[in-house]
């Protein structure tokens, strides 16, 4: 027993076991994470010729669907490995998903972040109670060092995105959105490391399997597109793009298999289009949204996606931004 | 007939008659209006030791409260003087919700506007096909000019707020938040004209006698407060204050007859703690409120009214601003 959490995860194909472990997400994350509201606008249905309807994760505990994948990781310990704790590597959403997760579960949080992190996101990190640890770049890798501390520390190490559990937990965004939009035709999921739309297309698999399902990354940072194009794991070392959650360097060994599985395509969007449709959210829809966050809504508003006449759900997956960015005068 | 809207109100203190008036204003809502989402927080309910609802019309149909009255009184109209069209005076919200609600219900529509008006007013106006009518301030006032159009072309003048019918569908955003989050025992809510405050003190007495209503201006606008303690009308010339939507100079007679008769008491807050609840709603809520908008909120969270241990409403008034005033480098 390393107190590593054991992946134990159902093959990529079989959709059944995933969808088995969607409903018990599900189940734990009644209640306590926000049902977020689907926000439909007139303007964006009159500019695309689409129904549109936003899942707004940004509107989540925390400001990000991040909550539910770390908030169900942890629920699925057992007590001992709970109460003994847990650890995760990032400097961005995930950290913050963990730390206020695991403290609401009564777990102690180490969180690994770069010690170059902008002073807010470690005070962010604090304000839910975990202890930071500063990784050393030079030494050893970011998550090595999380896996060390979880080895010496016995600690459950909480993966970004790569973990059955988290993808379940992100799963239930989507789950909510089919229940609330009915039936859609189109499903626009921003993809980073591939824990949202892993979660997402199983999702739309159990409610919706006509639903097609297209993910959408920063043009800089388009690994998943090579990937999903060339079938094998493309990696890209930090992809220079302002969507920070879309930097990871590649999908993970379970997230691209259940996208090559299940996802009917996927595209890209130059940053120049995340900014103008973060700056339209906020002046016609009065919400914020980070630039990961309107990765699908981008590909959308500039015609990436053809959706004509189709019923289209949108995954906003976040708001944690500079507020300094939605100024026009920037 | 001058096709100006008769007033033809009840009596303030006829209570029934005006919910009557309320709950027919509603029926003609329906469909129309956004149901706007009343929106908690628990970091919120934490720091004020109360549990809070937002009553979020920022996320109203062009960005604010005023579409409701706005479309009430257009509704309100004979078909005849509908289809001769409408006019208003107003430079913020009033306008675009007059220019909004006439050009879905068929009426042509003219805004007088003063020729200083910032562009993107001008545009947002036009957007919504109005007619744009410049006043010339040394000659006459902007309200005379709208009256003067009104006579010489046959239009029916809507009032920003002094009218039954404004107050009647300003009402129903308080009513819905009465209806989803349950009784309240105060209700905070932001003070220009008074039109919105009349109507949301008459949707209390309606649907929650018990609720306090409290209503909030900005320091430097203070006349409603100051009205409301003297017991006499009390105006301010042109209010120095970035709550845009409560420079108006004075409450309206018929507005401060409702609000002497049902408000609770009224306070104010400064600028500087309107600024720092937009910037907390936007980094905390993702969500973009204006100065105006902000008034209740500002007044709970700086403990101007004490509500601890209370279920509090707030109602958000609207999300119109320069985003770049959220941005905390400004």
């Known amino acids: 027993m390393t107190g590593v959490l054991r992946p134990d995860a159902p093959a990529a194909g079989d959709a059944a ?74 400097s961005g959403n995930h950290a913050q998903a963990v730390a206020l997760a695991a403290r609401e579960q009564g777990a102690p949080c180490v969180i690994v972040m770069p010690s170059t992190a902008p002073a807010v996101k470690l005070e962010a990190t604090r304000g839910y109670g975990a202890e930071l640890a500063f990784h050393d770049q030079a030494s050893e890798g970011r998550e090595e060092m999380a896996e060390r501390l ?21 799963g239930s965004a989507a789950a909510e959105l089919f229940e609330d939009a009915g039936p859609l035709d189109l499903l626009l999921v921003p993809v980073g490391g591939g824990g949202l739309i892993s979660g ?42 302002i969507a920070d959650g879309a930097r990871t360097p590649s999908l993970g060994r379970l997230t691209f298999a259940i996208v090559r599985a299940y996802v009917s395509d996927m595209t890209t969007v130059p940053d120049a289009a995340l900014l103008d449709s973060m700056r339209w959210a906020a002046e016609r829809l009065k919400l914020v949204m980070e630039p990961t966050g309107v990765l699908g809504l981008a590909a959308l508003r500039t015609g990436k996606v053809e959706a004509h006449g189709l019923r289209v759900g949108v995954l906003i997956s976040g708001g944690n931004v500079d507020l300094a960015s939605l100024s026009p005068r920037n």
């Open 17 to 90: 076991a995933w969808i088995h472990r969607l409903g018990e997400a599900r189940a734990r994350l009644a209640g306590v994470a926000h049902r977020t509201p689907v926000v439909t606008s007139r303007t964006l249905d009159a500019d695309t010729g689409a129904q549109v309807f936003l899942k707004c994760e940004n509107l989540q505990r925390m400001g990000a669907f991040k909550f539910r994948g770390a908030w169900n990781a942890i629920a699925c310990l057992t007590p001992a490995a709970r109460h003994r704790g847990v650890v995760a590597y990032s």
């Open 150 to 170: 979880a080895r010496e520390r016995r600690l459950s190490l909480i993966p970004p995105f790569d973990h059955p559990d988290v993808i379940a937990g992100q």
């Open 200 to 241: 997402s297309v199983l999702a739309a698999r159990a409610q919706c399997p006509s639903c097609r399902v297209i993910g959408v990354e920063p043009e800089a940072g388009d690994d998943g597109v090579r990937s999903f194009r060339s079938g094998t794991l493309v990696h890209i070392e930090a992809p220079n793009t």
